[in-house]
């Protein structure tokens, strides 16, 4: 039977071993599900497992055949313990370039937290499907505009073509050279908390100069004019006020956003050298 199985893959070009095979398919297949899985526009809470596990499945076909060629048949494991550090390997790459991916977004998401914080009304949260959990009102408007952004601009494309363009720079079967001990790892976690930090405020900082403002014209009223109820008033005023500056700087946000976007690609290139 083993034979038969053999010849009809010999006969579509696939002359190799069974366990050579099955290990570059499952190390490539791995290797797309965790970054899939950590996408916010590929793996979200709501897509059921079964179609995050057939687009990886889908990719691993297509790639199949233009990785195998490459392997270095001379790296092949010989033991369980390899082969387990290979795997590990892979999912850690993985979850190293959703990582990438998402943190960018959940700047986003953040500044949109931070206005609506701004305006008072940070209790107002409503369900993100995106990640299955609440959020603030404008924190949920401005993720699910960037994600639109992202993909309008083919930024989706860029991720599956920094993975593809992976298997290149970390191959399957090597154990990596991580360059430079474990410092560009920190160094990468490092940037990103702090782009993700720059993001939020970058994108929050039109709304916060303007209730800015509002605090300071409410203040002076309220030192001329100590009858009035400003406390009352700064509600209605900073929640108008930033509603209305976050349409009027959308423009702006979205130009902002395709910049953050370049950085992100710039990322996918870069993390791929740390394992060299």
């Given at each position: 039977?083993?034979?038969?199985?053999?010849?009809?893959?010999?006969?579509?070009?696939?002359?190799?071993?069974?366990?050579?095979?099955?290990?570059?398919?499952?190390?490539?297949?791995?290797?797309?599900?965790?970054?899939?899985?950590?996408?916010?526009?590929?793996?979200?809470?709501?897509?059921?497992?079964?179609?995050?596990?057939?687009?990886?499945?889908?990719?691993?076909?297509?790639?199949?055949?233009?990785?195998?060629?490459?392997?270095?048949?001379?790296?092949?494991?010989?033991?369980?313990?390899?082969?387990?550090?290979?795997?590990?390997?892979?999912?850690?790459?993985?979850?190293?370039?959703?990582?990438?991916?998402?943190?960018?977004?959940?700047?986003?998401?953040?500044?949109?937290?931070?206005?609506?914080?701004?305006?008072?009304?940070?209790?107002?949260?409503?369900?993100?499907?995106?990640?299955?959990?609440?959020?603030?009102?404008?924190?949920?408007?401005?993720?699910?505009?960037?994600?639109?952004?992202?993909?309008?601009?083919?930024?989706?494309?860029?991720?599956?073509?920094?993975?593809?363009?992976?298997?290149?720079?970390?191959?399957?079967?090597?154990?990596?050279?991580?360059?430079?001990?474990?410092?560009?790892?920190?160094?990468?976690?490092?940037?990103?908390?702090?782009?993700?930090?720059?993001?939020?405020?970058?994108?929050?900082?039109?709304?916060?100069?303007?209730?800015?403002?509002?605090?300071?014209?409410?203040?002076?009223?309220?030192?001329?004019?100590?009858?009035?109820?400003?406390?009352?008033?700064?509600?209605?005023?900073?929640?108008?006020?930033?509603?209305?500056?976050?349409?009027?700087?959308?423009?702006?946000?979205?130009?902002?956003?395709?910049?953050w976007f370049q950085v992100m690609i710039d990322y996918f290139q870069k993390t791929p050298l740390l394992f060299r």
């Amino acid at each position: 039977m083993t034979s038969d199985y053999q010849t009809i893959f010999s006969m579509i070009g696939i002359k190799e071993d069974w366990t050579l095979f099955m290990l570059v398919a499952g190390l490539i297949f791995i290797r797309f599900l965790v970054a899939i899985t950590l996408t916010p526009y590929l793996g979200v809470k709501p897509v059921p497992g079964m179609i995050k596990t057939a687009v990886a499945l889908a990719l691993t076909i297509f790639m199949f055949p233009l990785v195998f060629p490459t392997v270095d048949r001379s790296q092949m494991p010989t033991g369980m313990m390899p082969v387990f550090v290979l795997f590990l390997k892979e999912t850690f790459f993985g979850a190293l370039m959703g990582l990438v991916n998402m943190m960018i977004f959940f700047g986003i998401q953040s500044a949109g937290s931070m206005i609506d914080n701004q305006r008072y009304v940070a209790n107002a949260r409503i369900f993100n499907p995106a990640l299955g959990a609440q959020a603030s009102v404008f924190g949920v408007f401005l993720y699910q505009l960037t994600i639109a952004v992202f993909i309008a601009i083919g930024g989706h494309r860029f991720f599956i073509k920094a993975l593809a363009e992976s298997f290149q720079t970390v191959p399957l079967l090597a154990f990596p050279h991580v360059a430079q001990g474990f410092t560009p790892f920190m160094d990468l976690m490092i940037r990103l908390t702090a782009d993700t930090l720059i993001i939020c405020l970058q994108l929050s900082m039109p709304v916060m100069i303007a209730i800015f403002v509002a605090d300071l014209v409410l203040g002076i009223t309220n030192r001329i004019a100590p009858m009035i109820n400003v406390f009352e008033m700064g509600f209605n005023i900073k929640g108008f006020v930033g509603v209305l500056l976050v349409y009027l700087s959308l423009p702006i946000l979205i130009l902002q956003c395709k910049y953050w976007f370049q950085v992100m690609i710039d990322y996918f290139q870069k993390t791929p050298l740390l394992f060299r």
